[in-house]
């Protein structure tokens, strides 16, 4: 399949494209194990985490969402890094570089906010991807999703 038209990245604004987020979310990420709808979104940096779409022709095809927080930095301080949280591409448009172009606005956005590094926990079989993207694996992350295994990784962004 080829995309016609242009890949599209905002938030979503209107009750539909809400309601248009979560599905793909629920469809992509939940349904396949067992989970019940309003599980994408029970997470408790739902609230305070960055939500975009990714629009091919006015549909929504894709869906990201993560969060920035802070830490200690180990003498006393804080310092900033965005937790990376959720990508969801509709299957009849994946490898189209939308799940990418999810990814570098979210590198961009934690950059532009003074995030020292990204972090995530990305399912086993998606972490191919971000390695390509410049992360790395620092351990093993939760099983969930009746032993869907993940794994905690990191991009510096210094």
Known sequence: MTIPGE????????ETEWEQYNAIRYEILRKPHGLQRGSESDHPLEEISTHIVAKVDGRI???????MLTRPDGKGGRYKYMRYR???????????GIATKITDLMEAMARARGAQEITGSPR??????FRRKGYHATGEGLTAFNGVKHTNICKPLR
């Open 61 to 67: 095809v894709g869906a990201g969402c993560w969060a």
């Open 124 to 129: 086993d079989d998606v972490v191919a991807y």
């Open 7 to 14: 890949i599209e990245l905002a938030e979503p604004k209107t």
């Open 86 to 96: 959720q990508i969801a591409v509709d299957p009849q448009y994946r490898n189209h």
